[in-house]
């Protein structure tokens, strides 16, 4: 069955002329674009997986502000 259809098909992308040809490549595509398109998460499980991001408070960002300027204070050390 399924190479009855390939042959059908192949025989009939060979008799269309070039631009039918072209249409038919970019009509496979679309398709294709679509399935994947249709295989994304939904998007309430993407909500669910950012809900679970966890959230900083000022004085957690105070402390990493802190961190990094004491960071670009170090002077490396001359041999």
């Known amino acids: ?3 009855e ?11 269309l002329d070039p631009t039918g040809r072209k249409e038919v490549l970019d009509f496979m595509d679309f398709l294709l674009a679509k399935e994947i ?7 309430s499980a993407y909500k669910k997986r950012i809900l679970k991001v966890s959230v900083w408070s000022d004085s ?3 402390i990493m ?5 004491n960071l670009n204070q ?3 050390q001359e041999w």
């Open 60 to 62: 957690d960002i105070d």
């Open 65 to 69: 502000v802190q961190n990094q300027q």
């Open 5 to 15: 259809v390939m042959t059908d098909l192949i025989l009939k992308y060979s008799l």
């Open 1 to 3: 069955m399924k190479t």
């Open 37 to 43: 398109k249709s295989k994304r998460p939904v998007k």
């Open 74 to 76: 170090w002077k490396a």
